[in-house]
C-alpha cells in the first residue's frame, strides 16, 4: 500500500496536535534550561595585544658569503619559550595580583601554570610572520589585561636585550675582519718587500 506524502504531513500533523501541550512543556523547559545556564555560566574576558616582531637579522648582510645566519623560526613558538621561563614567575604573578611572599614554590608553580593554560601566544599572518598575538582569558577583566601588558612588556624588553647583542655580534664580527684583513696585508707587504729586497740583489 502506496502513502502519499499528503497524507504522512497528516499524519504528523494529528500526532503533533494530540500531544501538543506535552511539546509546549518540553519547549517552556528548554528555554528555561537555556537561560539559567547562560545567565550563570562565568563570564570570560579576553584581552589581547599584537606586536611587531623585527625578523631582521642584523648579521645577515655580513655573514653573505662567509656563513649561514640564523634562519626565521617560529615566532610565535620563540616568543612562548621566551615568555613562559621560570625567570618571570614572580613578575607576571605580581601583575596578576598574587601576593607572591605569601606562596610556596609550589603554589606559584601551580598558578603560573594556570595562566599560561589560559595565554595564547599565535602567529598573526603567514609564515615568516612579522607579528604575533598575546591573548589571555580570564573572568576578571582587569587580570586579563595585566598579565597580556605585563608579558607584551616582557617580549618587548627581550627583543630589545636581543637587538643589543646582535649589534654587539656584529660590531665584533666586523672589528675581527678588519684585524684579519690588517694582519693579511702585513704579512703581504712583508713578502712584497721580502722579495723586493731578494731580486734587487
Known sequence: ?????????????????????????????IEV???????????SYTSFSTIYADNSNILRPLMEGNAVATEIGDQARLAEEILFNRTYTDEVLRAAGWDIN????????????????????????????????IAHSDV???????????????????????KRTESRGAFNFIQNQVTAYHEKLQISEANLSRFKSENNN
Open 33 to 43: 534550561v537555556t537561560i539559567f545556564v547562560a545567565t550563570s555560566w562565568p563570564k
Open 140 to 162: 576578571d577583566p582587569i587580570k586579563a589585561f595585566t598579565i597580556v601588558q605585563k608579558y607584551t612588556t616582557l617580549f618587548i624588553e627581550e627583543s630589545v636585550v636581543e
Open 102 to 133: 605569601s606562596l610556596s614554590p609550589s603554589q606559584k608553580d601551580e598558578i603560573i601554570l594556570g595562566i599560561q593554560d589560559k595565554t595564547e601566544v599565535t602567529n598573526v599572518g603567514r609564515a615568516p610572520a612579522s607579528l604575533i598575538r
Open 1 to 29: 500500500m502506496n502513502v502519499s506524502a499528503v497524507e504522512i504531513a497528516q499524519s504528523y500533523i494529528r500526532e503533533l496536535s494530540a500531544h501538543r501541550k506535552w511539546f509546549a512543556l518540553c519547549f517552556i523547559v
